[in-house]
């Protein structure tokens, strides 16, 4: 009676505190969101470059991913705030329900519905599972930021402090290590979810199988992922952003990430899908994967376009705010 109440005081406790840091990344997130707005960039699909984004807009479905998680760990906290003094087995042989209701009163807990000689752990599955998912959140962040930090993209880049060492061997290095131990961590906390579920089928009234593995998971869990926002918010305040990158990569070989608008505008004038598909098609080949290839230049060349385009119908095709028009009403629903 006395340890499962105990335990569901100190996990409501260490819910609160990591609220609270969420709270804090919440704002840091929401502040370079702001900050970056209307940064253009190329938005990717299968690695690949797809059409264009504002990093704003990246950082709003962060944004949302961590409400979300901050909205279900408020809920978890109802769920485990729950106390148990209903004897050894759960039928209050020795105690009158009354106790129970009163104590767990004064202690801001609810009385388990109906417990064993232990409360079912079900809850604390439960809470390992949703911090588990917050941490796979964040390493969905940290792997984005790894990808963006890359040599060949730079689009992005962890703060390097002056005198910070990459490499001992390679003096040019500065390494996404702060996002690579997000990541792996993130790994740890699926581990201790697995363990959790584990600790659900117990014998009969109870056994104590799950004892040994709660004392390490449960600690552990709360302080990794405490630590965890504490270091994505850090991450995210001081991020480097490269706008001037952004662009280079957004436009390389002639702007090819705008082939569907230049396919649709022809759609608009007349011809068959199939038609305009295999004209874009051919001028984005051609220049892809090609330091001299021009993909505006080659529509703006190309005999079939211009017998339906004029040169600023053409050129329209390649503006990025087509793509962007609508974001504002994101950032109105996340309050950007």
């Not at 604390?124 to 917050?134: D, E, G, R, Y």
Request: hydrophobic share 40%.
């Amino acid at each position: 009676d006395v340890l499962d109440t105990a335990l569901a005081l100190q996990m409501v406790a260490s819910l609160s505190l990591i609220l609270e840091k969420i709270e804090q990344l919440v704002q840091a997130i929401r502040y370079q969101a702001q900050q970056h707005r209307y940064t253009v960039m190329v938005g990717r699909s299968h690695g690949i470059h797809a059409e264009p984004i504002t990093f704003g807009f990246k950082l709003a479905g962060w944004l949302a991913e961590v409400l979300r998680g901050r909205d279900r760990l408020v809920q978890m906290r109802h769920e485990i705030a729950v106390g148990k003094i209903s004897g050894a087995v759960g039928t209050y042989a020795n105690v009158d329900p009354r106790v129970e209701a009163i104590a767990c009163s004064k202690l801001g807990l609810d009385p388990d519905t109906a417990s064993t000689q232990v409360i079912s752990r079900d809850r604390h599955a439960n809470f390992v599972q949703q911090l588990a998912l917050l941490t796979a959140t964040l390493e969905r962040f940290a792997v984005e930021i790894r990808n963006l930090q890359r040599s060949d993209v730079l689009e992005v880049e962890e703060y390097f402090a002056k005198g910070q060492k990459g490499s001992s061997a390679m003096p040019h290095k500065r390494n996404p290590i702060r996002s690579e131990r997000l990541t792996g961590m993130a790994r740890i906390l699926r581990g201790q979810a697995m363990a959790a579920l584990e600790n659900v089928a117990l014998w009969h009234e109870r056994d104590i199988s799950h004892s040994s593995v709660e004392r390490v998971i449960l600690p552990d869990a709360c302080i990794l992922t405490h630590f965890m926002i504490e270091e994505t918010t850090d991450l995210i305040k001081k991020l480097l952003v490269y706008p001037d990158n952004m662009k280079r990569n957004m436009n390389i070989y002639g702007g090819v990430i705008f082939s569907q608008r230049v396919l649709l505008t022809l759609v608009e004038k007349g011809l068959s899908r199939e038609e305009a598909y295999r004209i874009v098609q051919r001028c984005a080949h051609q220049a892809w994967n090609n330091l001299e290839g021009n993909f505006r230049e080659l529509v703006s060349k190309d005999p079939q376009v211009i017998k339906v385009l004029s040169s600023e119908e053409v050129e329209s095709c390649f503006d990025p705010q087509h793509h962007l028009q609508h974001l504002e009403e994101i950032y109105q629903r996340l309050c950007i």
